[in-house]
Structures are given as C-alpha cells and as structure tokens.
C-alpha cells in the first residue's frame, strides 16, 4: 500500500517553461512534505518543503503547492534549467516515529535546452 | 566537513555471504537511517536510531541487523545476502525532532550492492 504516490515516472519540458511535478498522498497523519532531487551516483539532497499547516512555499524558482482536502501536492520550477534534470522524489512525514519519511516513486525530470 | 560518508561505494557478494554497511556522520546528528533504493519503489526505510545504543526497524527491517554503538556511526548487516537484497543502500542522519519540528535528513552518496 503505497501512501505516497508519484503517477508520472517521467516529464521532459523545454528550457524556460515551467516543470510542474505532482505527489499523492493517501495518509492524513501526514502534517510535513518535502521534496528532494536526486542525480545519478548522488545521494537525495534536500530542495523545499511545507507544512501541512501551509498551502504554498516558495524558495527561488521552486514553489511546493499542498491542497489538504485532495491529498495532492505539486512543485513548479520556473524558469526549468537544464541542471534541472534529475529525479524528483516526494516525501511525507509525521510527527513521532523520528520523523520517518515515506518516499515516493520518483518523477524523471528532463529539461531540453 | 565530509557530511554523511558511506563505505564502501560498490560491493559484490555470493549468495549467503555475510557483510557489513557503514555510515559514518561529522554534524552530531541524534538521528540515523538506512534506507534502500529500488527501480520504481523510492526510499523505503530499513532500520533507523534515535540515538547511541538505539535502533528500531523501519518498512523493510527483514535480513538485515543495525547496530549504533557510536553516535556518528550506524551500521547495517546483511548476515546471509540473498539476490532480493540487490539495492543501493543509502544512509541519512538528522537532528533530533524536539517537539515535532522537522529536521532535514542529509544523505550519504549511496553503496550500489549487488548479490548473486
């Protein structure tokens, strides 16, 4: 039972245009999310998060979007870079538990130049 | 300031043999966690402690042992590989969560093991 889904394996878009990458959850518990980028022979590394006391969170050219009632969240990169391309994981946590994070699936981010 | 560092990078084993990760930390981080990698599954947390002298399972605990004996260093063992252990492991430390503030994990580059 996957509580943290991410549909969409792959998303290629062109240099410039904005890469907009979706995360489902299913467990209400839920109150942190992140998401973290992942290059090849790399660990993740941190990017942006929000609380679930939060709707949006913007740093730079990231904004993590998060809508409680549908269990969804979303990150938009804008303007998407080439040094963009990476895969994007999402990730939720509770409170308690040392704050374990369930992890998606991944989502391949390829920006064209 | 090295981060998180994992040893080794690469390993190949038979079947039934036995072997040990290592995770070693320099921020003072309370919180440690192994976590494997699989094509089209993410993360999924193996093991984790909240402290020297602490461990508890995660997802996946099943044919691996941790051990915390020092804070800066967390230890997974496979003690009889099996082909369904073929992952990369990778390690994460964190400062503790005091009353449920999140803390972010950094993780270590990863170990790419293969069991034949």
Not at chain 1, 48 to 64: A, L, M, P, Y
Not at chain 1, 100 to 107: A, E, M, R, Y
Not at chain 2, 59 to 88: C, H, I, M, W
């Amino acid at each position: 039972d996957q509580q943290v889904k991410q549909n969409s394996p792959s998303l290629s878009v062109q240099e410039g245009r904005i890469s907009i990458l979706n995360c489902d959850y299913t467990n209400s518990m839920f109150d942190y999310f992140l998401w973290y980028k992942k290059y090849p022979a790399e660990g993740p590394t941190f990017l942006i998060s929000i609380s679930s006391i939060k709707d949006k969170n913007e740093d730079g050219r990231f904004t993590v979007f998060l809508n409680k009632s549908a269990k969804h969240l979303s990150l938009h990169i804008v303007p998407s870079q080439p040094g963009d391309s990476a895969v994007y994981f999402c990730a939720a946590t509770r409170s308690g538990s040392a704050r374990q994070l369930t992890f998606g699936s991944g989502t391949q981010l390829t920006v064209l130049p | 300031n090295a981060g998180v560092t994992q040893t080794p990078k690469f390993r190949v084993l038979k079947t039934g043999q036995s072997m040990t990760l290592l995770c070693a930390q320099d921020m003072n981080h309370e919180y440690m966690y192994w976590y494997r990698q699989d094509p089209g599954m993410g993360l999924r947390l193996i093991h984790y402690s909240v402290g020297e002298g602490t461990t508890a399972k995660g997802e996946v605990p099943d044919g691996y042992n941790v051990s915390r004996l020092k804070k800066q260093n967390f230890l997974l063992g496979l003690e009889s590989a099996a082909p369904s252990q073929t992952s990369v492991y990778f390690c994460a430390s964190s400062y503790s969560s005091i009353s449920g503030i999140y803390n972010e994990q950094f993780f270590g580059p990863g170990t790419r093991l293969t069991v034949l």
